[in-house]
């Protein structure tokens, strides 16, 4: 989840990291409304749950929204050619 929202923002923005913490802090700037999602992701990257309910839940909350992102950043990109 926190590589595919720095994906979405890399397309957006134009710019590329490998580092996590940059993936959540720009993710963060670009979409601050879902701020919390990410920075679960990120805290996950280093201190893993192994809430299965927890996780299924997550993924069904922010993946839906996430995948959105995506596909309006998308056609947004593909707009922009």
């Known amino acids: 989840m926190l590589r595919g929202g720095m994906g979405a923002v890399m397309i957006k923005r134009q710019a590329y990291s490998r580092d996590l913490k940059d993936g959540f802090e720009f993710f963060s700037k670009e979409y601050p409304e879902y701020e919390k999602n990410i920075e679960k992701a990120y805290i996950w990257s280093t201190h893993p749950t192994n809430n299965k309910d ?28």
């Open 54 to 81: 927890e996780l299924v839940s997550y993924i069904d909350d922010f993946g839906s929204k996430l995948l959105e992102i995506w596909k309006i950043n998308l056609i947004t990109f593909d707009k922009s050619k």
